[in-house]
């Protein structure tokens, strides 16, 4: 019929044991990705929203220019972070 049960080192071995030397190379990898790729993406976006930023407030300077009204009032920086967190919470 079948052979008699035979003892196997692997048998009682951890399954990750044998994997465990892969891990400093996962961590380099994902550092790498993180810093290579994603903060990368990040900072570009960042970048073309501040540039839609500036060409929405051009665009109110000139209509409020064409209307015969005063500049826009762009909040500070921080004012702007301000009423975005007021208006998150909601």
Do not use: C
Not at 62 to 90: F, H
Request: net charge positive.
């Amino acid at each position: 019929k079948g052979r008699p049960y035979q003892y196997k080192p692997s048998m009682t071995r951890k399954p990750n044991n044998s994997w465990k030397w892969l891990m400093p190379f996962v961590a380099a990898a994902q550092a790498a990705l993180f810093t290579k790729v994603i903060t990368v993406e990040m900072n570009r976006d960042k970048d073309s929203l501040r540039d839609q930023d500036a060409y929405v407030w051009k665009a109110k300077a000139l209509e409020r220019k064409r209307l015969g009204i005063g500049p826009p009032l762009k909040p500070s920086d921080e004012n702007a972070w301000r009423l975005e967190q007021m208006y998150e919470d909601d």
